[in-house]
């Protein structure tokens, strides 16, 4: 993404909504689509493991992940109000402390970042401007395990 659409990023994924998406992911849990990414996730061993999600959001998926014994977690977001909400919600649940945070475009600080055991993309898949790129780029990090 340009400096143009990070900043557009920054104005959607803003403070009201990322503290909409928390309220909403603290009452009833994660989004069902992310709830079906879990699901396949969790069916293959996640204890010990590392993992990256990209586009994290809440955290949802790195929330579980880490809920499920993974070891530690990478959090990559261009949305600073959503990196705030993740960090919130990570000190609630208690495992702040295993959770690493990068706010910027993924494409753009992928080689900055270790592979990892698993590794996510929710909804950024179906959003980013430039698809094929972030898929290769990504996949290019797993270790084990691609859930998207």
Known sequence: MSCCQCCGIKEQFNRAEAT???REYRRGGAART????????MR?????????????????????????????ATDVDASPAYLA??????ARQGHA???TY???NFVDIADTLSPADIVTLDRVICCY???PTLAER???????LFGL
């Open 34 to 41: 992310t709830q079906l990414l879990l699901d396949a996730l």
């Open 129 to 131: 401007h430039d698809m």
């Open 102 to 104: 990068h706010h910027g």
């Open 85 to 90: 909400a993740a960090r919130a919600e990570a």
């Open 44 to 72: 293959e061993p996640v204890a010990g493991q590392t993992m990256l999600d990209i586009g994290s959001g809440v955290g949802a998926i790195l929330h579980a992940l880490l809920k499920a014994e993974a070891v530690a």
């Open 20 to 22: 909409r998406k928390l």
């Open 138 to 144: 990504s996949s290019a990090k797993v270790v084990r």
């Open 97 to 99: 402390e295993r959770i």
